[in-house]
């Protein structure tokens, strides 16, 4: 028996058979395989995921790089002007302000989607 499949930063593992995350075992058998992929916010610009081969006692694998989605740069406003708390990647906050003489007329905070929308 081997324990647990590799850390890879920002991924999490996830059963062959279904797409829910595995619940973290440490009695995998030699011939056994797990799906490991990018948690929400994150992608890897190659694959969407990774098989990680149980053999003997060690684990075999792809890398995975799991990066945070970018988000771009949201469109100006007419008569007002985009303030970045950061950057523009997942989970990233930018408010909308005005120009003088000008009131906005909706919400004026954004924040990034792990689809990299905001």
């Known amino acids: 028996m081997r324990d647990i499949p590799p850390a890879i930063l920002n991924t999490r593992i996830i059963q062959s058979n279904e797409n829910v995350p595995e619940k973290i075992r440490d009695d995998f058998r030699s011939g056994e395989k797990v799906r490991i992929e990018c948690i929400p916010g994150y992608m890897d610009s190659e694959r969407q995921f990774i098989e990680a081969s149980c053999v003997g006692t060690e684990w075999y694998y792809s890398e995975l790089k799991c990066e945070r989605v970018s988000c771009g740069f949201i469109k ?9 708390k950061y950057d523009q990647s997942f989970q990233a906050e930018a408010i909308i302000l005005c120009s003088e003489g000008y009131n906005v007329h909706c919400d004026t905070g954004l924040l990034s989607m792990e689809n990299g929308l905001g």
């Open 76 to 84: 100006e406003p007419a008569y007002g002007y985009i303030q970045y």
